[in-house]
């Protein structure tokens, strides 16, 4: 042992006062980053996010996963109803819901990151239909359009002056519906419709894409509105790795040579 600080008490206080200022800062940046764990939240809602053999996967699911990577979060991802997580993360901090999509409605009320995914929504009908559109003029003109409560496809059918909406409470109703032959039309994203019809059981060849687009539809991270916008670049910029890398384009046809 060293009898140099016995030797100069003065040296020694200086010594360790330069460790307390340089170990502050370290102590600082610590707690900062325990202030940088989210809350990370998904709906079953296939191909984007669900549970297969007990696993959680989808292709925003894998995305996200990437991006942890990249900004050392923990790779704890929940799977909640779509009202539960939406509440959630519109009233409470730390919180972050994917995929959403973000429509002018949303727009103020949480930050951002993305998109994750982009979607073409069509207009489907039953294959033995004699429904015959070729624009959206040509849907206003149908008996019942088949809608799901809340969906960005009804918010812009709204928005449009659609007065021939049916509201349903899930894609599943409206399409069982449909194949029922108690609705003209339905729209769903192109992503989402196989999977889906696999889930509900659905016959997918009895029904038919029209061609007929409402828009495309782009998939966020979604965060607490309160989230610093630091916080928001460092995220982003994770995003815009992980699609400069190679990685993003191997998901996405990971999940197309499934048949999504």
Known sequence: MSGEGMNNPGKSFLTSAIRCFFALPLLIVSQLAMSQTFTVMTEDFAPFGYVENGELNGLSVDIVREVFAIVGHPDDIEMLPWARAYKETKRKSNRILFSMS???EREPLFKWVGPLVEDRVTFYRHKDSDINIQSLEDA???NAILVTRGFPETEFLQSQGFNNLYITNSPIQAFSMLVMGRG??????EFAYKPMM????IDAESLKNTGVELFNI?????????????????WQ????????SGKYGEIIRRYSDLGY
Do not use: H, M, N
């Open 218 to 234: 782009q998939l966020y991270i979604a965060f607490s509105k309160d989230t610093p916008e630091e916080e928001i670049t460092r």
């Open 198 to 201: 696999q889930k509900s059981s």
């Open 140 to 142: 206003r003109e149908t």
């Open 102 to 104: 973000r429509t002018p």
């Open 237 to 244: 910029a994770a995003l815009d790795q992980v699609k400069a």
């Open 184 to 189: 003209d039309l339905a729209p769903i994203g």
